[in-house]
């Protein structure tokens, strides 16, 4: 069964530089959320989409954004890149808002 | 503001225990609960899905069960393996259901 799918794997950037980050949900699925973990910490939800449109707003710093395009697939775009924005992002997708999310394989952003 | 506890933090056990893990949450109007398992530095693999309908779910030496109104929700695993070594993960989706709200996870080891 297909998954979704994260690109790139691992990211390695400077301070101060931008990041994309893209994310391919399962096909048949029109919700995308967006998540951050960092080092031993858990999972902090950052921002979620339907059908296109903002869902709901977590903890995303403003050098943040995101959106969804028409084939439903996501990108999350950092700029300003700090040493803490260090961390696992994970993407994950559902078929409708509240069923079950299903994860990607993260994508391990390092800044230096 | 939801807050997802999970006790223990880190649990060590022989090989073909059983065990019990703890979640519990402050707001009860939760959508889902949903158990993940996370091995060091990888993604987050979907464990059990209880809706906020349900009282418990099982999947194989799995059983989740879910209290609403106590704010709790507990996973057992019957027979544990070595296999089954990694970290635990509590998540309650909001009750708009379009984001996870995750706990700081139980790191489990069981030896041979």
């Known amino acids: 069964a297909a998954g979704v799918i994260q690109s790139p794997r691992h990211l390695i950037k400077e301070k101060r530089e931008t990041a994309t980050l893209k994310c391919y949900p399962i096909?048949?699925?029109?919700?995308v959320y967006w998540y951050q973990q960092g080092p031993g910490q858990d999972p902090q939800f950052l921002i979620s989409?339907?059908?296109?449109?903002?869902?709901d707003k977590g903890s995303i710093p403003d050098r943040f954004s995101a959106q969804q395009f028409s084939d439903y697939h996501s990108e999350l775009n950092m700029s300003s890149l700090e040493l803490g924005d260090s961390a696992l992002y994970f993407c994950a997708s559902s078929l409708r808002v509240g069923d079950e999310q299903y994860f990607g394989p993260g994508t391990r952003l390092t800044v230096t | 503001k939801q807050e997802v506890t999970q006790i223990p933090a880190a649990l060590s056990v022989p090989e073909g225990e059983n065990l019990v893990l703890n979640c519990s949450f402050t707001d009860s109007a939760i959508y889902n609960l949903q158990w993940f398992r996370q091995d060091p530095g990888k993604g987050l693999t979907s464990l059990l899905l209880i809706q906020s309908s349900q009282r418990e779910q099982t999947s194989g030496r799995l059983n989740a069960s879910l209290d609403k109104s106590s704010g709790r929700s507990t996973l057992y695993i019957a027979a544990s393996q070595p296999g089954d070594s990694a970290t635990y993960l509590c998540?309650?989706?909001?009750?708009?259901?379009?984001?996870?709200?995750f706990g700081g996870g139980t790191r489990l080891m069981v030896k041979p």
């Open positions: 998540a309650v989706y909001n009750n708009a259901g379009n984001m996870l709200t």
């Open positions: 989409f339907y059908e296109k449109m903002q869902s």
């Open positions: 096909p048949r699925h029109d919700t």
